[in-house]
């Protein structure tokens, strides 16, 4: 079973719906990041969280808001859907380090399509 | 502020050949982390390497090797011998002393049979 999941894995939604998604991890890290891909942009950061208390704005956070439900579970909402929200959504974790930086681990990601 | 550059948009090889993935960074922070992740048409994200600010030895493993050089602000990646499974999109990333990691836009590699 993947260490990292993400549910649903594809949507197509229309503009205005209120969209969830959410990921699990199985890894027992802390960190979890949500991100987004779009075409020759690279991925870019929307949320993130260190801790079930803790949650922080990436980048691009606008229009968009999470839940930190357990350590296991970080779900990213999007309340009113607009087209340029169409995107690939990458959920991430990764663990707290006793020093320097771990790397994330990426779930297999959600498309998701804004009409 | 942090920046990652893979100026290579696509590279398109045949199978055994020798393919270099360029990645050059930009931080201001003494202490740093580099990754490169492979996207394969899947679309899932596979971790590659991480390599500290500190440790400028390269590293090999099979048939991917890394090289990191402080003095260039590079960070390169050689598949020796391709193959069709290499063909992916790879990513170069950069991590320093805030919380965000900077990933580049992306090489797409096509290795052809």
């Known amino acids: 079973d993947a260490d990292v999941t993400q549910t649903p894995r594809n949507r197509i939604t229309k503009t205005g719906k209120r969209i969830m998604l959410e990921c699990s991890q199985t890894?027992?890290?802390?960190?979890m990041y949500w991100y987004r891909q779009d075409p020759g942009l690279g991925l870019r950061l929307i949320y993130y969280s260190f801790d079930v208390k803790d949650i922080n704005k990436g980048e691009i956070s606008d229009g968009y808001s999470v839940s930190r439900q357990a350590q296991a579970k970080f779900s990213l909402s999007l309340e009113s859907a607009i087209p340029n929200q169409t995107a690939l959504y990458f959920c991430?974790?990764?663990?707290?380090?006793?020093?320097?930086?771990?790397?994330?681990?990426f779930g297999p990601g959600t498309r998701l399509t804004v009409l | 502020a942090q920046k990652v550059t893979q100026a290579q948009t696509e590279i398109s090889v045949v199978e055994k050949e020798d393919v270099t993935l360029d990645c050059v960074y930009e931080t201001r922070d003494t202490t740093y982390y580099l990754f490169w992740y492979k996207q394969p048409p899947s679309g899932e994200l596979v971790f590659l390497i991480r390599r500290n600010s500190f440790d400028e030895q390269n590293e090999i493993s099979g048939r991917y090797s890394w090289n990191f050089q402080k003095s260039t602000s590079s960070f390169n990646f050689t598949i020796t011998a391709s193959q069709v499974v290499d063909s992916a999109v790879y990513f170069c990333a950069l991590k320093g002393s805030n919380y965000k990691l900077t990933f580049g836009k992306g090489t797409l590699l096509t290795v052809n049979p």
């Open positions: 890894k027992g890290h802390d960190r």
């Open positions: 991430a974790t990764s663990e707290t380090p006793l020093r320097g930086y771990n790397e994330q681990f």
